[in-house]
Protein backbone atom coordinates (compact mmCIF):
# COMPACT_ATOMS: atom_id res chain seq x y z
CA UNK A 1 0.00 0.00 0.00
CA UNK A 2 1.11 3.31 -1.33
CA UNK A 3 1.84 5.64 2.14
CA UNK A 4 2.32 8.99 -0.11
CA UNK A 5 0.41 11.40 2.10
CA UNK A 6 1.12 9.34 5.63
CA UNK A 7 1.65 11.21 9.06
CA UNK A 8 3.49 12.71 9.36
CA UNK A 9 4.33 14.19 6.66
CA UNK A 10 7.57 16.08 7.30
CA UNK A 11 10.57 14.22 9.16
CA UNK A 12 12.85 16.93 9.86
CA UNK A 13 14.90 14.04 11.69
CA UNK A 14 16.44 12.70 8.16
CA UNK A 15 18.76 15.72 8.72
CA UNK A 16 20.08 15.02 12.03
CA UNK A 17 20.67 11.27 10.70
CA UNK A 18 24.67 11.61 11.18
CA UNK A 19 27.41 13.73 12.78
CA UNK A 20 28.11 14.69 9.01
CA UNK A 21 24.60 15.87 8.09
CA UNK A 22 24.08 17.92 11.20
CA UNK A 23 27.31 19.39 10.23
CA UNK A 24 26.55 20.14 7.06
CA UNK A 25 23.28 21.88 7.85
CA UNK A 26 24.35 23.75 10.89
CA UNK A 27 23.15 27.10 10.76
CA UNK A 28 25.27 28.64 13.04
CA UNK A 29 29.17 27.75 13.16
CA UNK A 30 32.17 28.95 15.95
CA UNK A 31 34.93 30.11 14.32
CA UNK A 32 38.46 31.10 16.34
CA UNK A 33 38.15 34.28 14.51
CA UNK A 34 35.01 34.91 16.56
CA UNK A 35 36.94 34.89 19.58
CA UNK A 36 38.79 37.40 22.04
CA UNK A 37 40.58 36.71 25.32
CA UNK A 38 39.91 38.89 28.00
CA UNK A 39 43.17 38.50 30.47
CA UNK A 40 44.74 40.30 33.74
CA UNK A 41 47.92 41.62 34.19
CA UNK A 42 49.04 42.51 38.06
CA UNK A 43 51.36 44.85 39.13
CA UNK A 44 54.52 43.78 41.80
CA UNK A 45 54.19 39.76 41.44
CA UNK A 46 56.80 37.28 40.41
CA UNK A 47 54.44 34.34 38.94
CA UNK A 48 51.31 34.22 38.02
CA UNK A 49 48.45 34.32 40.72
CA UNK A 50 45.62 31.84 40.24
CA UNK A 51 41.80 33.27 40.78
CA UNK A 52 40.37 30.95 42.91
CA UNK A 53 36.86 31.89 41.75
CA UNK A 54 37.80 31.30 37.92
CA UNK A 55 39.75 28.08 38.04
CA UNK A 56 42.38 27.86 35.22
CA UNK A 57 42.09 32.00 35.20
CA UNK A 58 45.63 33.86 36.41
CA UNK A 59 46.33 37.21 37.29
CA UNK A 60 49.59 37.65 34.79
CA UNK A 61 52.88 39.11 35.15
CA UNK A 62 54.12 40.75 32.45
CA UNK A 63 56.09 38.04 30.87
CA UNK A 64 53.00 35.58 31.00
CA UNK A 65 50.66 37.76 29.15
CA UNK A 66 52.98 38.37 26.77
CA UNK A 67 53.39 34.30 26.13
CA UNK A 68 48.85 34.07 26.46
CA UNK A 69 48.95 36.65 23.53
CA UNK A 70 51.52 34.91 21.74
CA UNK A 71 49.49 31.44 22.51
CA UNK A 72 46.21 33.08 21.26
CA UNK A 73 47.69 34.27 18.17
CA UNK A 74 48.73 30.65 17.59
CA UNK A 75 45.18 29.53 18.04
CA UNK A 76 43.87 32.07 15.82
CA UNK A 77 41.74 33.70 18.47
CA UNK A 78 41.15 37.35 16.74
CA UNK A 79 41.64 39.95 19.86
CA UNK A 80 42.92 40.13 23.73
CA UNK A 81 41.18 42.54 25.91
CA UNK A 82 44.01 43.84 28.63
CA UNK A 83 42.78 44.50 32.21
CA UNK A 84 45.46 46.12 34.67
CA UNK A 85 45.42 45.71 38.27
CA UNK A 86 47.66 47.64 40.31
CA UNK A 87 49.24 47.76 43.54
CA UNK A 88 46.85 48.78 45.98
CA UNK A 89 49.33 51.62 47.11
CA UNK A 90 48.88 53.32 44.08
CA UNK A 91 45.16 53.55 44.23
CA UNK A 92 43.56 56.72 44.26
CA UNK A 93 39.86 58.68 44.48
CA UNK A 94 40.64 59.73 40.78
CA UNK A 95 42.43 56.24 39.21
CA UNK A 96 45.64 58.24 38.80
CA UNK A 97 47.54 55.32 38.04
CA UNK A 98 44.77 54.47 35.12
CA UNK A 99 46.29 57.82 32.85
CA UNK A 100 49.88 56.94 34.10
CA UNK A 101 51.72 56.36 30.82
CA UNK A 102 53.73 54.15 33.56
CA UNK A 103 51.14 52.47 35.24
CA UNK A 104 50.37 48.59 34.58
CA UNK A 105 47.85 48.82 31.97
CA UNK A 106 49.46 51.11 29.50
CA UNK A 107 53.03 49.06 30.33
CA UNK A 108 51.31 45.75 29.58
CA UNK A 109 49.81 47.33 26.39
CA UNK A 110 53.19 48.18 24.63
CA UNK A 111 54.17 44.55 26.07
CA UNK A 112 51.97 42.89 23.70
CA UNK A 113 51.71 44.87 21.12
CA UNK A 114 55.50 44.74 20.93
CA UNK A 115 55.04 41.02 21.16
CA UNK A 116 52.24 40.09 18.87
CA UNK A 117 52.46 43.31 16.57
CA UNK A 118 49.28 43.78 14.53
CA UNK A 119 48.69 39.96 14.95
CA UNK A 120 46.33 40.06 17.66
CA UNK A 121 44.00 43.10 17.82
CA UNK A 122 44.77 44.94 21.11
CA UNK A 123 41.91 46.18 23.37
CA UNK A 124 42.01 47.84 26.50
CA UNK A 125 39.61 48.11 29.46
CA UNK A 126 38.77 52.00 29.34
CA UNK A 127 37.57 52.28 32.97
CA UNK A 128 38.22 53.71 36.50
CA UNK A 129 37.21 51.10 38.57
CA UNK A 130 40.48 48.56 38.61
CA UNK A 131 42.57 52.08 39.87
CA UNK A 132 40.29 53.89 42.11
CA UNK A 133 40.17 53.25 46.14
CA UNK A 134 36.48 53.18 46.32
CA UNK A 135 36.18 51.11 43.27
CA UNK A 136 33.88 52.80 41.35
CA UNK A 137 34.11 53.55 37.26
CA UNK A 138 34.47 57.43 37.57
CA UNK A 139 34.82 60.57 39.96
CA UNK A 140 32.77 60.89 43.50
CA UNK A 141 31.56 64.28 43.83
CA UNK A 142 31.02 65.55 47.68
CA UNK A 143 28.11 63.18 48.31
CA UNK A 144 29.66 60.13 47.31
CA UNK A 145 28.10 59.96 43.92
CA UNK A 146 29.46 58.95 40.59
CA UNK A 147 29.95 62.58 38.52
CA UNK A 148 28.87 61.80 35.04
CA UNK A 149 30.76 64.78 33.84
CA UNK A 150 34.08 64.61 35.89
CA UNK A 151 34.40 61.34 35.09
CA UNK A 152 34.00 62.09 31.10
CA UNK A 153 37.41 63.76 31.49
CA UNK A 154 39.19 61.55 33.20
CA UNK A 155 38.16 58.92 30.06
CA UNK A 156 39.17 61.06 27.62
CA UNK A 157 42.66 61.54 28.79
CA UNK A 158 42.58 57.69 29.51
CA UNK A 159 41.54 57.00 25.62
CA UNK A 160 44.46 59.17 24.83
CA UNK A 161 47.30 57.47 27.05
CA UNK A 162 45.98 53.84 26.04
CA UNK A 163 46.02 54.93 22.63
CA UNK A 164 49.58 56.50 22.78
CA UNK A 165 50.59 52.92 24.53
CA UNK A 166 49.22 50.57 21.60
CA UNK A 167 45.74 50.07 21.96
CA UNK A 168 44.10 49.32 18.70
CA UNK A 169 40.76 49.28 20.72
CA UNK A 170 39.36 50.72 23.35
CA UNK A 171 36.55 49.64 25.32
CA UNK A 172 34.64 51.82 27.81
CA UNK A 173 32.59 50.04 30.17
CA UNK A 174 31.36 52.56 32.96
CA UNK A 175 28.47 53.35 31.54
CA UNK A 176 28.57 57.17 31.82
CA UNK A 177 26.35 59.37 29.44
CA UNK A 178 28.38 60.69 26.78
CA UNK A 179 31.29 58.62 26.95
CA UNK A 180 31.70 57.40 23.67
CA UNK A 181 31.30 60.96 21.78
CA UNK A 182 33.88 62.55 24.48
CA UNK A 183 36.06 59.33 23.87
CA UNK A 184 35.87 59.93 19.92
CA UNK A 185 36.97 63.46 19.95
CA UNK A 186 39.82 63.17 22.46
CA UNK A 187 41.34 60.35 20.04
CA UNK A 188 40.49 62.09 17.17
CA UNK A 189 42.18 65.36 18.44
CA UNK A 190 45.39 63.47 19.62
CA UNK A 191 46.08 61.50 15.99
CA UNK A 192 44.42 58.43 16.91
CA UNK A 193 41.43 58.50 14.11
CA UNK A 194 42.37 54.86 13.62
CA UNK A 195 41.59 53.46 17.24
CA UNK A 196 38.45 51.66 17.56
CA UNK A 197 35.63 52.17 19.97
CA UNK A 198 34.12 48.99 21.44
CA UNK A 199 31.48 50.93 23.06
CA UNK A 200 30.02 48.69 26.28
CA UNK A 201 26.37 49.34 25.09
CA UNK A 202 24.15 47.47 27.06
CA UNK A 203 25.90 46.67 30.01
CA UNK A 204 23.59 45.22 32.72
CA UNK A 205 23.77 45.52 36.84
CA UNK A 206 24.60 41.71 37.17
CA UNK A 207 25.36 39.33 39.98
CA UNK A 208 27.23 37.71 37.81
CA UNK A 209 30.48 39.43 37.97
CA UNK A 210 31.34 38.70 41.38
CA UNK A 211 34.07 36.75 40.14
CA UNK A 212 35.61 39.52 37.91
CA UNK A 213 35.80 41.66 40.94
CA UNK A 214 38.32 39.04 42.92
CA UNK A 215 40.36 39.02 39.04
CA UNK A 216 41.05 42.59 39.41
CA UNK A 217 41.60 43.06 43.25
CA UNK A 218 38.26 45.54 43.68
CA UNK A 219 37.99 47.95 46.04
CA UNK A 220 34.56 48.30 45.47
CA UNK A 221 32.20 49.89 47.85
CA UNK A 222 28.73 49.68 47.16
CA UNK A 223 27.00 48.81 43.81
CA UNK A 224 26.93 50.48 40.55
CA UNK A 225 23.26 50.30 39.97
CA UNK A 226 23.01 54.45 39.17
CA UNK A 227 25.23 53.90 35.69
CA UNK A 228 25.24 50.23 34.21
CA UNK A 229 21.34 49.06 33.45
CA UNK A 230 18.45 47.90 35.79
CA UNK A 231 17.72 43.80 35.01
CA UNK A 232 14.70 44.19 34.54
CA UNK A 233 14.63 46.90 31.53
CA UNK A 234 15.21 45.60 27.56
CA UNK A 235 13.81 49.10 25.70
CA UNK A 236 16.59 50.94 27.30
CA UNK A 237 19.65 49.11 25.50
CA UNK A 238 18.31 49.65 22.40
CA UNK A 239 17.88 53.66 23.91
CA UNK A 240 21.63 53.17 24.73
CA UNK A 241 22.26 51.87 21.63
CA UNK A 242 20.78 54.75 19.17
CA UNK A 243 23.10 56.83 21.38
CA UNK A 244 26.09 54.68 21.16
CA UNK A 245 25.73 54.95 17.31
CA UNK A 246 25.11 58.66 17.05
CA UNK A 247 28.34 59.09 18.95
CA UNK A 248 30.75 57.30 16.74
CA UNK A 249 31.55 53.74 17.78
CA UNK A 250 32.51 51.33 15.88
CA UNK A 251 31.41 48.09 17.87
CA UNK A 252 28.78 47.72 20.73
CA UNK A 253 28.38 45.01 23.13
CA UNK A 254 26.20 43.34 25.49
CA UNK A 255 27.42 42.53 28.56
CA UNK A 256 26.62 39.67 29.87
CA UNK A 257 25.78 37.29 27.53
CA UNK A 258 24.26 34.60 28.41
CA UNK A 259 21.63 36.48 30.98
CA UNK A 260 21.01 38.92 28.15
CA UNK A 261 20.36 36.69 24.94
CA UNK A 262 17.35 38.50 24.09
CA UNK A 263 18.77 41.92 24.60
CA UNK A 264 21.84 40.38 22.09
CA UNK A 265 19.25 39.64 19.91
CA UNK A 266 17.61 42.90 19.56
CA UNK A 267 20.90 45.18 19.45
CA UNK A 268 22.07 43.37 16.87
CA UNK A 269 18.61 42.98 15.12
CA UNK A 270 19.36 46.77 15.12
CA UNK A 271 22.67 47.54 14.92
CA UNK A 272 24.60 48.02 11.40
CA UNK A 273 28.11 48.16 13.02
CA UNK A 274 29.33 44.61 14.19
CA UNK A 275 28.23 43.41 17.42
CA UNK A 276 29.99 41.90 20.53
CA UNK A 277 28.99 40.04 23.76
CA UNK A 278 31.42 38.59 27.02
CA UNK A 279 30.99 35.74 28.53
CA UNK A 280 31.43 37.16 31.94
CA UNK A 281 33.23 35.47 35.02
CA UNK A 282 30.11 34.17 36.50
CA UNK A 283 29.28 32.32 33.80
CA UNK A 284 32.74 30.74 33.52
CA UNK A 285 32.50 30.34 37.07
CA UNK A 286 29.12 28.13 37.22
CA UNK A 287 30.01 26.05 34.19
CA UNK A 288 33.88 25.27 35.82
CA UNK A 289 32.04 24.79 39.05
CA UNK A 290 29.31 22.14 37.46
CA UNK A 291 32.12 20.55 35.72
CA UNK A 292 34.44 20.11 38.35
CA UNK A 293 31.16 18.41 40.59
CA UNK A 294 30.59 16.54 37.58
CA UNK A 295 27.36 17.60 36.99
CA UNK A 296 27.70 18.75 33.40
CA UNK A 297 30.03 17.60 30.34
CA UNK A 298 32.57 20.55 30.26
CA UNK A 299 33.33 20.99 27.19
CA UNK A 300 30.09 20.45 25.58
CA UNK A 301 28.73 22.81 27.80
CA UNK A 302 31.35 25.28 26.77
CA UNK A 303 30.53 25.02 22.67
CA UNK A 304 27.11 25.17 23.65
CA UNK A 305 26.97 28.05 25.54
CA UNK A 306 29.26 29.75 22.90
CA UNK A 307 27.25 28.54 20.18
CA UNK A 308 24.32 30.32 21.94
CA UNK A 309 25.83 33.89 21.95
CA UNK A 310 26.72 33.27 18.29
CA UNK A 311 23.00 32.53 17.53
CA UNK A 312 21.88 35.31 18.96
CA UNK A 313 24.06 37.84 16.87
CA UNK A 314 26.90 38.42 18.63
CA UNK A 315 29.82 38.23 15.83
CA UNK A 316 32.84 38.65 18.62
CA UNK A 317 32.53 36.68 21.63
CA UNK A 318 34.74 37.79 24.79
CA UNK A 319 35.30 34.49 26.50
CA UNK A 320 38.13 33.27 29.12
CA UNK A 321 37.73 30.08 27.08
CA UNK A 322 39.17 31.63 23.66
CA UNK A 323 42.16 29.86 23.22
CA UNK A 324 41.08 26.85 24.62
CA UNK A 325 38.16 26.48 22.59
CA UNK A 326 40.07 28.00 18.96
CA UNK A 327 42.12 25.26 19.38
CA UNK A 328 39.64 22.70 19.30
CA UNK A 329 38.19 24.47 16.56
Given at each position: ?????????S??????????????????????????????V??????????????????H?R????????E????G???????G?????????????????????????R?V?????????????L?????????H????D?????????????????????????????G?????D???G?????????????????????K?????????????GS??????????Q?T??S?????????????G????????A????????????A?????????????Y????????????????????????????GA???L??????V????
Open positions: MSTYGSFPGRPRRLRTTPVMRRMVAETRLHPADLVLPAFREGIGAPVPIDSMPGVFQTDTLRKAAVAVEAVSGIMLFVPEESKKDGLGTVGTDPDGILQVALDRAEVGDDLIVMSDCLDEFTDHGCGVLEQGRVDNDATLERYAEMAQVQADAGAHVVPSGMMGQIVIRDALDQTGHEDVAVLAYTAYSSAFYGPFREAVSLKGDRKTYQDANRESLRELALDLEEADMVMVKPGPYLDILAKIAESDVPVAAYQISGEAMIEAAAERGWIDRDKAIMESLLGIKRAQMITYWATEARQL
